[in-house]
């Protein structure tokens, strides 16, 4: 019977046909079963055209990226979800914050454990984010063509970095108030510019509501746009780059046969029935995005999910005295991830505050435009690439032990003390 005598359907069967017509009204088509119907998922979904059709095998491979640039992305958006839900509750005024802080621990349902998790995934967020970083030089993954896209990364890291020290002064209490004067007396270092920097920030020459109004806005508003903005690039950038790094070997030859392909372009021609390496006979050594990556993808967030539900159960954040600006604690430390900083400061004010974090910084973004070997890109601790891994990973750890002396080797007056 065609369309246009078949008969409309009766009460009884509306409401039978009605799931599978709400389904089909949302997804036209059935679960993708040939390769076409992969591929035209790829390219027709809103949310998995993102993907490219087909990925090199090689990057599927948890041991290359260990899912830390998954993992940073999932953790951004766990924390824009409970991020939203707290802005119900939280008022930016000195008065009232540190209330609205013993609210939700009191009387919100859910309050302390959506605080938990906010907190837990913006700690990890930092970390995460680093290691990601560590990932992508250790694999020389920020050659040519990645050069660009390693510089967003950097900005990518310090806005991270920013987003998490804004969201530090919220709470209102002890802990907040100090870390963010500490943290903020450091911009102040800056010669020239320093103590203007430090009243632009701060609204004011200390710590209060203008900084509490501020820092709040920079954090709810600002610095997640920029993020969403800056991540969509990174992921525009990856695409736009061949997808992500792999040795030569498995970016032009075929594993089984050694077969040497030639540079693979995905185009329309992907449209045809049947397997894709009929087109030309190429050997091929990549997969279906559908359902290969999006499994991969969705195994690395329910991960993500689940640790940060854990911890947050077994954890609560920390929320210290309210606010009292006439009794600092000794010694009144910054938050753990600028400790490196304020560890070196005790030495030099000037040299650990900014001439040091400012080379890194200038180090870190210059990387892919003084590197120009092409040689080890794809592979962990390549050979050929042992003098940059060798300076990158010392720089880092030193990094961590000024980090962990000022973490838990730091007593009052910045004295050596023993954590034990
Ligand atoms: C909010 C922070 C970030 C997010 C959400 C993010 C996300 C991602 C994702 C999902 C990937 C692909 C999978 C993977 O490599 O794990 C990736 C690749 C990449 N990221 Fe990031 N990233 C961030 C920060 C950074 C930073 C700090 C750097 C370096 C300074 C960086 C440089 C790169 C490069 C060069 C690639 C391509 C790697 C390759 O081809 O092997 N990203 N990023």
């Given at each position: 019977?065609?369309?246009?005598?078949?008969?409309?359907?009766?009460?009884?069967?509306?409401?039978?046909?009605?799931?599978?017509?709400?389904?089909?009204?949302?997804?036209?088509?059935?679960?993708?079963?040939t390769d076409l119907e992969r591929s035209?998922?790829?390219?027709?979904?809103?949310?998995?055209?993102?993907?490219?059709v087909k990925?090199?095998?090689?990057?599927?491979?948890?041991?290359?990226?260990?899912?830390?640039?998954?993992?940073?992305?999932?953790?951004?958006?766990?924390?824009?979800?409970?991020?939203?839900?707290?802005?119900?509750?939280?008022?930016?005024?000195?008065?009232?914050?540190?209330?609205?802080?013993?609210?939700?621990?009191?009387?919100?349902?859910?309050?302390?454990?959506?605080?938990?998790?906010?907190?837990?995934?913006?700690?990890?967020?930092?970390?995460?984010?680093?290691?990601?970083?560590?990932?992508?030089?250790?694999?020389?993954?920020?050659?040519?063509?990645?050069?660009?896209?390693?510089?967003?990364?950097?900005?990518?890291?310090?806005?991270?970095?920013?987003?998490?020290?804004?969201?530090?002064?919220?709470?209102?209490?002890?802990?907040?108030?100090?870390?963010?004067?500490?943290?903020?007396?450091?911009?102040?270092?800056?010669?020239?510019?320093?103590?203007?920097?430090?009243?632009?920030?701060?609204?004011?020459?200390?710590?209060?509501?203008?900084?509490?109004?501020?820092?709040?806005?920079?954090?709810?508003?600002?610095?997640?746009?920029?993020?969403?903005?800056?991540?969509?690039?990174?992921?525009?950038?990856?695409?736009?780059?061949?997808?992500?790094?792999?040795?030569?070997?498995?970016?032009?030859?075929a594993?089984?046969?050694?077969?040497?392909k030639?540079?693979k372009?995905y185009g329309l021609q992907g449209f045809v029935r049947g397997p894709f390496t009929k087109v030309g006979n190429v050997p091929d050594d990549s997969v279906y995005?559908?359902?290969?990556?999006?499994?991969?993808?969705?195994?690395?967030?329910?991960?993500?999910?689940?640790?940060?539900?854990?911890?947050?159960?077994?954890?609560?954040?920390?929320?210290?005295?309210?606010?009292?600006?006439?009794?600092?604690?000794?010694?009144?430390?910054?938050?753990?991830?600028?400790?490196?900083?304020?560890?070196?400061?005790?030495?030099?004010?000037?040299?650990?505050?900014?001439?040091?974090?400012?080379?890194?910084?200038?180090?870190?973004?210059?990387?892919?435009?003084?590197?120009?070997?092409?040689?080890?890109?794809?592979?962990?601790?390549?050979?050929?690439?042992?003098?940059?891994?060798?300076?990158?990973?010392?720089?880092?750890?030193?990094?961590?032990?000024?980090?962990?002396?000022?973490?838990?080797?730091?007593?009052?007056?910045?004295?050596?003390?023993?954590?034990?």
């Open positions: 019977m065609s369309n246009a005598t078949k008969e409309t359907p009766g009460g009884f069967a509306v409401l039978r046909e009605l799931p599978s017509n709400v389904w089909n009204s949302i997804f036209r088509g059935p679960l993708p079963s035209s998922t790829s390219f027709t979904n809103f949310f998995l055209h993102i993907h490219p990925v090199n095998r090689h990057t599927l491979r948890p041991a290359y990226t260990l899912g830390l640039g998954l993992i940073s992305l999932f953790l951004f958006l766990i924390l824009v979800v409970t991020g939203v839900l707290l802005m119900f509750y939280y008022v930016p005024s000195t008065t009232q914050a540190y209330d609205r802080m013993l609210d939700l621990r009191g009387t919100v349902a859910f309050g302390i454990f959506l605080r938990n998790m906010h907190r837990w995934s913006a700690h990890g967020m930092v970390a995460i984010v680093f290691l990601h970083m560590c990932r992508v030089f250790l694999t020389g993954a920020y050659k040519k063509p990645r050069e660009f896209n390693w510089v967003l990364g950097v900005v990518l890291l310090l806005v991270t970095l920013f987003l998490s020290f804004t969201g530090y002064l919220l709470p209102w209490d002890q802990l907040a108030f100090w870390a963010i004067t500490v943290g903020t007396s450091i911009a102040g270092y800056a010669p020239l510019i320093g103590k203007q920097m430090q009243f632009v920030l701060l609204g004011d020459t200390t710590v209060g509501q203008e900084a509490l109004l501020r820092f709040y806005v920079l954090h709810v508003a600002v610095l997640p746009a920029v993020l969403v903005l800056l991540i969509a690039v990174h992921f525009w950038r990856i695409r736009k780059d061949g997808g992500l790094s792999r040795p030569e070997k498995a970016a032009e030859t594993p089984q046969t050694g077969v040497v030639m540079r372009v995005s559908w359902p290969n990556l999006l499994m991969s993808e969705l195994f690395v967030f329910v991960l993500t999910v689940s640790v940060i539900l854990v911890v947050s159960l077994a954890f609560n954040a920390p929320l210290e005295q309210p606010v009292n600006v006439m009794h600092p604690p000794n010694p009144a430390k910054a938050p753990w991830y600028f400790l490196g900083l304020q560890e070196m400061v005790s030495y030099s004010a000037f040299w650990g505050g900014i001439g040091i974090p400012g080379i890194m910084v200038g180090l870190l973004l210059v990387t892919p435009y003084i590197d120009r070997g092409a040689k080890g890109v794809g592979k962990w601790f390549a050979k050929e690439r042992l003098l940059a891994n060798t300076i990158f990973l010392t720089l880092v750890i030193l990094n961590v032990i000024f980090i962990v002396i000022g973490t838990f080797f730091r007593g009052p007056n910045w004295t050596l003390v023993s954590p034990f």
